[in-house]
Structures are given as structure tokens and as C-alpha cells.
């Protein structure tokens, strides 16, 4: 169920005005009444006034919340759809392979480092990971104090939120597989 009619249905079970859990919750009357019709979803401080007021933990709120269901299937195919390349520099280019990449948990690209190319130090934001499989040349990586070399075929999982900074060092372009999730770029 989504959070607007799951709320909707704890007032109206408890007999309250939309008014009155306005009052009791100090959440602005119009907010709810959007937030129960589904077009604004709120946020964790107005979750939160409003679970108090209904008698309930946040985390309960939340227990009866169901995800709004996507396409378990998404087909993308380089070229033929608009997906976003970054260019760290003219030696190191990312390709997206997903187009809205707000609207995945997850960001897939195919990482391209020129004969000596190198990505600069990135940090991503706490919780955040990635996976790296090389497909095609040699790569260390630095993450952190820690330096790794994988050859094609090896893979490597690690925490994102670390510094971290990948170079080539074979004498060829090296192509990568990288997985960051959550989708942040």
C-alpha cells in the first residue's frame, strides 16, 4: 500500500478528520490531504509527526508501505537509446548503460581507460559500492592506502565511500564492467 492510503486508512479507522490529525500531528492540513490523494509524497519528518499522531512508530508506518512496482525487465542497447557518457578526462570515459539512472538503484557502465589513462580520486557517499569486472586489459586500483591490480577476468567489490582511483596499466585500452549501488553518480 502506499504511504498516502496507508495513512488514510489509520485516520479513518480512528475516526479522525484530516482537521484533527492536522492539530494533533502540527503536519499542515493541505500536506496531508496531498500526501493521502498520492501526489506529494512527504518526508521522514512529516512521516514521523504523522505516525505519532496516529499512534504508531515510524518504523510501522513504514512496515506497511509497499514500493510502487517497476518493469522487472529494461532493455537498453548502446546507440540506439540516450544514456550519458562521462569524461573524467580524454584518456578516461564512462558510459551509462541505463537511461534514468534517478529511477534505478543501481548504475551500470562500461569504464574506458586509454594506454596510461586514469579516473581522478572519487569519494561517493556513505553506504554507496561498487563492483568492477575487467573485460579487457589491466587495472590497478587504489583504494584508499590499499593498491590492487586485476587482469581481465577478475573483479573486485568494494566500499565507494572510500577514496579510491582507477588507473591502466597495460599497453592497450582497458575496458571495465562497473557496478555502483545505490545510484549515485
Same mark, same amino acid.
Given at each position: 500500500?502506499?504511504?498516502?492510503?496507508?495513512?488514510?486508512?489509520?485516520?479513518?479507522?480512528?475516526?479522525?478528520?484530516?482537521?484533527?490529525?492536522?492539530?494533533?500531528?502540527?503536519?499542515?492540513?493541505t500536506?496531508?490531504?496531498?500526501?493521502?490523494?498520492?501526489?506529494?509524497?512527504?518526508?521522514?519528518?512529516?512521516?514521523?509527526?504523522?505516525?505519532e499522531?496516529?499512534?504508531?512508530?515510524?518504523?510501522?508506518?513504514?512496515?506497511?508501505?509497499?514500493?510502487p512496482?517497476?518493469?522487472?525487465?529494461?532493455?537498453?542497447?548502446?546507440?540506439?537509446?540516450? +544514456?550519458? +557518457?562521462?569524461?573524467?578526462?580524454?584518456?578516461?570515459?564512462?558510459?551509462?548503460?541505463?537511461?534514468?539512472?534517478?529511477?534505478?538503484?543501481?548504475?551500470?557502465?562500461?569504464?574506458?581507460?586509454?594506454?596510461?589513462?586514469? +579516473?581522478?580520486?572519487?569519494?561517493?557517499?556513505r553506504?554507496?559500492?561498487q563492483?568492477?569486472?575487467?573485460?579487457e586489459?589491466?587495472?590497478?586500483?587504489?583504494?584508499?592506502?590499499?593498491?590492487?591490480?586485476?587482469?581481465?577476468?577478475e573483479?573486485?567489490?568494494f566500499?565507494?565511500s572510500?577514496?579510491?582511483?582507477?588507473?591502466?596499466?597495460?599497453?592497450?585500452?582497458?575496458?571495465?564492467?562497473?557496478? +555502483?549501488?545505490?545510484a549515485?553518480l
Open positions: 500500500m502506499e504511504i498516502g492510503k496507508l495513512i488514510k486508512e489509520l485516520r479513518t479507522n480512528m475516526k479522525m478528520t484530516q482537521a484533527e490529525l492536522a492539530r494533533k500531528s502540527g503536519v499542515d492540513f500536506t496531508i490531504s496531498k500526501l493521502e490523494k498520492g501526489s506529494r509524497p512527504g518526508n521522514v519528518t512529516t512521516h514521523r509527526k504523522l505516525a499522531a496516529l499512534g504508531i512508530t515510524l518504523s510501522e508506518l513504514y512496515k506497511g508501505i509497499e514500493e512496482s517497476r518493469p522487472v525487465l529494461e532493455v537498453n542497447s548502446i546507440g540506439k537509446h540516450k +544514456t550519458d +557518457t562521462f569524461y573524467y578526462n580524454k584518456k578516461a570515459i564512462s558510459q551509462i548503460l541505463l537511461e534514468r539512472i534517478s529511477s534505478h538503484k543501481m548504475v551500470p557502465e562500461i569504464l574506458l581507460l586509454e594506454k596510461t589513462g586514469v +579516473t581522478h580520486m572519487e569519494q561517493k557517499p553506504g554507496t559500492e563492483f568492477i569486472f575487467i573485460l586489459g589491466n587495472l590497478e586500483i587504489k583504494i584508499g592506502e590499499t593498491i590492487q591490480q586485476l587482469k581481465k577476468g573483479s573486485i567489490y566500499d565507494a572510500l577514496p579510491h582511483l582507477l588507473k591502466n596499466i597495460s599497453n592497450k585500452t582497458t575496458r571495465t564492467l562497473r557496478i +555502483t549501488t545505490p549515485v
